[in-house]
């Protein structure tokens, strides 16, 4: 399983930012990808999530402002982030879990914004 992240960069506060994370290798569900986030100095936190229900789950500084979906066909996930604002600013990573005690990673996109 690969995971690539990509879509980041530098925006204004305010501003948006579509992320996209591409899947490729052995089949897997599409729902069990999320993002995650990391700050300079921080932990990595999960950010957006799809629920085993079929929603969705956000950590509470993001709920409003960011969305996240998936294209089956495409096999992409995608965090849309709008009303972006600099406390938004890090690395972005899509994660889905092995099934072996382990998460699958991509390679971080770096989110910057500026005040």
């Known amino acids: 399983v690969q995971l690539q992240a990509f879509g980041g960069g530098l925006v204004q506060t305010g501003g948006s930012l579509r992320l996209s994370c591409a899947a490729s290798?052995?089949?897997?569900?599409?729902?069990?990808v999320s993002w995650y986030r990391q700050a300079s100095g921080k932990e990595r936190e999960l950010v957006a999530a799809?629920?085993?229900?079929?929603?969705?789950n956000y950590v509470d500084s993001a709920k409003g402002r960011f969305t996240i979906s998936r294209d089956n066909a495409k096999n992409t996930v995608y965090l849309q982030m709008n009303s972006l604002k600099p406390e938004d600013t890090a690395v972005y990573y899509c994660?889905?879990?092995?099934?072996?005690?382990?998460?699958?990673w991509g390679q971080g996109t770096q989110v910057t914004v500026s005040s």
């Open positions: 994660s889905t879990p092995s099934g072996h005690g382990y998460h699958y």
């Open positions: 290798g052995s089949v897997f569900n599409l729902n069990a």
């Open positions: 799809f629920t085993d229900g079929g929603g969705t």
